[in-house]
């Protein structure tokens, strides 16, 4: 009998320059982010959760502010994670996936960012490669079907990988905003 990793307390650099509270569980990782004000929604909730996938530099989130015909739906960034003194820094990668809740599709967004970010110098061409690279390791591995190279069950979507980190409570709610410190 394994015993499972243990959970560490970690802090994660959100693109809003937010040091966000978060759990890990080897590699993965789940925080939670305040949604700024101007992307609040009146009356759905206020935090994010996101979850990264260290070692596929991934990122998933259910946007609660999504609504409509995309609510419910998974927003996934290829991300670089950068490990440091503070906690994790992540950095878009300019491409990202739009995934339905039964995952019979999905939707590949922002290719063309990812070309301007390469045409002004913003990143690399080995950056963009790589890039490139774990978009379609992600799609193989997370969205085909077992047939077509899925490590998944078919169309098991998000990733088995987060299941333990989905349940836990509230990041924000047990260390508030104006108390969290890097690395805490």
């Known amino acids: 009998m394994t015993t499972p990793p243990p959970i560490e307390n970690v802090s994660v650099l959100h693109r809003t320059g937010q040091w966000c509270p978060g759990r890990r569980i080897g590699d993965v990782v789940a925080y939670d982010v305040r949604i700024l004000p101007e992307y609040q929604v009146p009356g759905r909730p206020t935090v994010d959760r996101s979850y990264l996938l260290l070692d596929q530099g ?10 409509g015909p995309v609510e419910g739906w998974w927003y996934v960034d290829l991300v670089e994670i950068e490990l440091t003194e503070a906690g994790l820094v992540v950095r878009d ?7 339905p809740p039964r995952a019979e599709r999905y939707h590949v967004l ?11 110098g913003q990143i690399t061409a080995a950056q963009c ?5 774990r978009t379609q390791r992600f799609i193989d591995r997370h969205l085909r079907s077992t047939e077509k190279g899925s490590v998944d069950p078919p169309q098991q979507f998000p990733p088995a990988s987060i299941a333990e980190l989905e349940p836990l409570p509230c990041f924000l709610e047990r260390t508030p905003r104006t108390d969290m410190q890097p690395g805490t």
């Open 93 to 99: 990668l300019y491409v990202d996936l739009l995934i």
């Open 58 to 67: 991934i990122q998933l989130t259910r946007p609660v502010v999504f609504d």
């Open 129 to 133: 490669a790589t890039v490139l690279s």
């Open 110 to 120: 922002d290719l063309d960012d990812l070309a301007d970010a390469l045409s002004r």
